[in-house]
């Protein structure tokens, strides 16, 4: 495809109308050098940081070199979609109606008193509704076809947190946010509770400006993160991160970090929920992230009765399935056993549910169930 440089730039200009009427708060342009990021990506996989994340080394350097992985690929549309569900208190003023903001009071005031009761099953916020990979990979479909339907045939490849693309550096170079503190994008319109996805293609778009760094001297989420997993502004320790405790790993979690954990049971949004920008937090405009199954006032109780058969059906859809029954359990399991400390010892529904499940086929299971029954003791 030959294009003019205006033309190009009308192009660009359409492609982020079509990106917001298919349900993302921005789009925009990146170019694909990112060998300034290549030698901190090797030192963090060398220092073995990123635990038991294999696929994260297993393409080397090529995940900097978009080019490398879709040959002919000179462009990155980068997009973000809001997430925060419409039954999660709170959100950013400009996502609703004047009462609505008015009303609702503040998410994270939410998710503190959540935090703060110890039966309860807390969820990353991002987790409660349908999965994001399928819903951004289906809307990035269907802009690379508007995209095709004006222009003719192009090279693209679209991505959704799926492949070796490092998204977070393109996106900053495209402008939508700055890398916080804790690594995570931040925008000054909507915070960082957004999802982000990729279209990689052929097309010389005109790349827009980055933006400057908003954080200044606050180091709330380095002082909030539960595990300190947070080394330094920029630095993550993946496994000492309870996202990848709960999320990632499939071994046992370590005696020494169960304590931290709480009783966050899929995620945490502890470094998000402190940060200041997160006041300006939008909801979701699409209902795919409405909380599904009552995951947002749940008890631990509740979802640890769910049988393998009930977990794989409610979870149809959900990114919460492919961690899989075992690793539910086990999650469940360090939270219910957490709750001695926060003044449920010896709980007689928390004790109940650990001994219906203290002869479960899995030993990594037993070996939790035995674990959190001793807390209560």
């Known amino acids: 495809m030959s294009l003019s440089e205006s033309k190009l730039a009308e192009l660009a200009v359409r492609i982020k109308q079509w990106g917001v009427e298919l349900g993302f708060a921005e789009l925009r342009v990146a170019d694909i050098d990112l060998s300034a990021q290549e030698a901190g990506l090797q030192a963090w996989l060398d220092a073995g940081m990123h635990g038991e994340m294999d696929y994260m080394a297993s393409h080397g350097m090529k995940r900097a070199r978009p080019d490398e992985l879709v040959p002919g690929t000179v462009r990155v549309i980068c997009a973000r979609m809001n997430y925060l569900p419409k039954d999660v208190a709170g959100g950013g003023a400009k996502a609703a109606t004047a009462t609505d903001a008015a009303t609702v009071g503040d998410w994270r005031a939410a998710e503190a008193a959540r935090l703060a009761d110890p039966g309860a099953a807390v969820i990353s916020v991002y987790a409660r509704g349908r999965d994001y990979h399928k819903v951004l990979r289906a809307r990035l479909q269907q802009l690379a076809d508007r995209i095709r339907a004006e222009c003719g045939e192009f090279g693209y490849r679209v991505f959704t947190d799926s492949a070796p693309v490092m998204e977070l550096p393109l996106a900053q170079k495209a402008g939508l946010g700055w890398r916080g503190k804790h690594t995570l994008l931040i925008n000054r319109d909507g915070g960082s509770l957004f999802f982000m996805g990729e279209i990689l293609v052929d097309i010389p778009l005109p790349v827009d400006e980055p933006v400057g760094a908003h954080c200044g001297g606050c180091d709330a989420c380095i002082t909030a993160c539960p595990t300190q997993a947070i080394l330094g502004p920029g630095r993550l320790d993946a496994r000492r991160c309870i ?135």
């Open 243 to 377: 996202s990848y405790l709960t999320i990632e790993s499939k071994s046992a979690i370590p005696v020494e970090l169960r304590p931290l954990i709480g009783n966050r049971v899929y995620g945490c949004d502890d470094c998000q929920s402190v940060c200041p920008w997160n006041k300006f937090a939008q909801r979701a405009v699409l209902p795919d992230f409405d909380e599904r199954h009552g995951l947002g006032s749940a008890s631990m109780v509740e979802l640890f009765a769910w049988s393998e058969e009930e977990f794989n059906r409610k979870m149809e859809g959900s990114p919460i399935r492919r961690i899989g029954h075992v690793s539910w359990l086990r999650n469940l399991a360090v939270g219910m056993g957490n709750a001695a400390a926060a003044g449920v010892k010896g709980d007689a529904a928390i004790v109940a549910a650990l001994l219906s499940r203290r002869a479960h086929e899995s030993e990594l299971v037993r070996e939790h169930v035995e674990w959190a029954l001793a807390c209560h003791e």
